[in-house]
């Protein structure tokens, strides 16, 4: 609709003023911010959408479903023809799939990550062998830190996340933590790789 000039796309300021509101509502009716754009009460978070933000494994069931298991990324065919085809073929209905580097995983982390519930040092260490507080405080500006993230110490780990005017930034936060990240790696994160057709669609889960 956009594209089509159906839609007009809302001002930033006034768009950055909605944000704010919103946020200011949400806390004050009980409401905890744990992702760039959801909100609940203690102890009732979104255990699906968690399950993308963590990286951890999922398993696709039926048409257009997708899952990730190993490192790799697959998905089903979106039409029931071809899914039902390809189920009576091969057993499965799967479209394709796609194997992620260890440099895209850990991109992946970390973009997934700072947009929610923050960056574990322990965690990356023991999945990535990197000590991402020392990367954030060697590579982005202090000011950044102190104006648009908390370091929490939470039994024995230092947790990196965002705080409310962090996540109105989040694009621009997770741009600087992924080209802090290419640097100390040495590559490009060549996001979504795989290749698009009319039956498989892929870009990161629909959060």
Known sequence: ????????????????GMYAITIDLMKKAGY???????????NL???????????K???AFGPSAHGY??????????????YFEAVQLNGIGEASREELSFTN??????????RSEGLSRTQFMKDYGIDIIDIMQT?????????????????????LRLNSKG????????????????????SIWESSGYEEDDEALLNLPIL
């Open 105 to 114: 995983r850990l991109y992946e982390s970390a973009f997934l990550g700072i």
């Open 69 to 82: 298991i190993n490192h790799t990324r697959y998905w089903n065919f979106r039409n029931l023809k071809r």
């Open 32 to 42: 905890e911010q744990y992702e760039v754009s959801n909100f609940a009460k203690s």
């Open 45 to 55: 978070r979104c255990t699906h959408n968690r399950t993308y933000w963590q990286a």
């Open 1 to 16: 609709m956009l594209q089509k000039g159906l839609v007009t796309p809302q001002d930033d300021d006034k768009d950055a």
């Open 167 to 186: 996540f109105a930034i989040c694009d621009e936060i997770s741009l600087r933590i992924i080209t802090a990240l290419e640097e100390k790696m040495g």
């Open 57 to 59: 494994e999922y398993l």
């Open 139 to 159: 590579s982005i500006d202090s000011q950044i830190i102190e104006e648009f993230l908390i370091m929490q110490n939470i039994e024995n780990d230092i947790i």
